[in-house]
């Protein structure tokens, strides 16, 4: 059973990618986690990008950049706080305590975001520490794990179709690419 008790600490979590999927996130933290959603947030001052490559899936995978013309439209989740240490796992995050720095893949930002009318403060998002210089293609089933997120939490058509269409443009350059080196 995964309903949080009265007492159970929790902490706000803003997904943006593939964590967006209820069905992907309880793969890596053992439990339902549909019970936690809150339901669909905007993250206003930033921009989605592919600008980290994952070793595990061999493809670029999401990263919000600020910039304030933008939105990035995702999940907000309730978690309980025991789950914290899985998903920070997820999200290779890892801190280097004599340089004082997060040296992982991933490092928590504190963010705020609405949802439902409502603004969400103290939230928890990670963020890309080295940015590939420019952004790398998601693979098939990255690309179809973030759309049934995205989809399945209800975030709203036009992103849904802003973020399908972003994803394919990069897979086409990619393509384009690769046939034009085997040329």
Known sequence: MNKLTSTEKKFYYFAYGSCMCPVDLKR??????????IGPAKLKGYRIGFY??????NCGALDVVKDPNSNVEGVLYNLPLRLRPRLDER????FDFIKQIHCGGYRPEIVEVYSQGKLYSGV????VIDKLP???APNDWYFNVVLRGAITCGLSEEYCWKLFEHMYHLQHQKRQQYFLSAA
């Open 28 to 37: 890596t933290l053992g439990e339902n986690t549909h019970h936690y959603v």
């Open 52 to 57: 980290r490559y994952s070793e595990k899936r």
């Open 91 to 94: 999200e290779t995050v890892k």
């Open 124 to 127: 928890c998002t990670y963020i």
């Open 134 to 136: 420019q952004e790398l």
